[in-house]
């Protein structure tokens, strides 16, 4: 299934360096989404974008750095991680209807991040 | 109380068998619910939603009770390849945003 691709799909940094992780969705979505999970936790929402303004940031540390140049392509920039931020990256994107159900999300195949 | 709880497992069960996962959440005001399934090392992928009357797909049957807030999932004729974890994904009205439990484990043995 290629609905949601994301780039690398695996990456090792160094706390210094400055990388980036790619996602598309190919699902014609209007929403999309950065997850964290971490070993042993529940799936931790970072960012969420609608019509490519970003509508959550749920107290992530300005080491992440999120963009949506446009409906289909989100990013999320790092620099100086930690190596508790070792974790997989994982992007989804919805078609938001704006009703009061929620509306199916669908994810990619994620970017396993270690920091060294 | 956590957002959504569930029990970690892992639950061991032999192919054929009939497992039931619960799922408690604290946010009364929910509504919307959601089963994922995760394969290892893969990413979630919705099994099924969760309606207020219930509802089956297959062998797997959803139930949601309001009243003491938690869902179950229900698993008849256990697969082989149903061995995954399984999330439980509870969102507020009027949001996208869902909450996920941290997933029970079912491992399905010849």
């Known amino acids: 299934e290629t609905g949601v691709t994301q780039t690398p799909r695996h990456l090792v940094m160094g706390m210094t360096n400055k990388k980036s992780l790619k996602c598309e969705q190919h699902?014609?979505?209007?929403?999309m989404y950065w997850y964290k999970q971490s070993a042993k936790k529940p799936l931790e929402l970072m960012f969420v974008?609608?019509?490519?303004?970003?509508?959550e940031n749920n107290s992530v540390p300005s080491r992440f750095s999120p963009e949506c140049p446009n409906s289909s392509h989100l990013f999320l920039h790092l620099h100086t991680l930690q190596p508790e931020d070792s974790a997989l990256y994982l992007c989804?994107?919805?078609?938001?209807?704006?009703?009061?159900?929620?509306?199916?999300?669908?994810f990619g195949p994620g970017t396993r991040l270690t920091v060294l | 109380r956590k957002e959504v709880e569930q029990d970690p497992g892992p639950f061991n069960v032999p192919e054929g068998a009939t497992v039931a996962f619960n799922c408690t959440y604290s946010?009364?005001?929910?509504?919307?619910f959601f089963w994922y399934r995760q394969d290892c090392r893969k990413e979630p992928k919705l099994l099924m939603s969760?309606?207020?009357s219930g509802n089956e797909d297959g062998r797997f049957t959803a139930q949601l009770n309001r009243a003491s807030q938690y869902i179950s999932l229900l698993i008849r004729d256990s697969k082989l390849s149903d061995s995954a974890t399984y999330l439980c994904v509870v969102a507020a009205p009027g949001y996208s945003t869902l909450t996920f439990g941290k997933g029970t484990m079912l491992l399905v043995s010849p």
């Open positions: 989804a994107s919805s078609q938001e209807t704006g009703g009061a159900v929620a509306d199916t999300q669908y």
């Open positions: 969760v309606y207020s």
């Open positions: 974008y609608n019509f490519k303004e970003q509508t």
């Open positions: 946010n009364s005001a929910s509504q919307s």
């Open positions: 699902l014609g979505h209007n929403a």
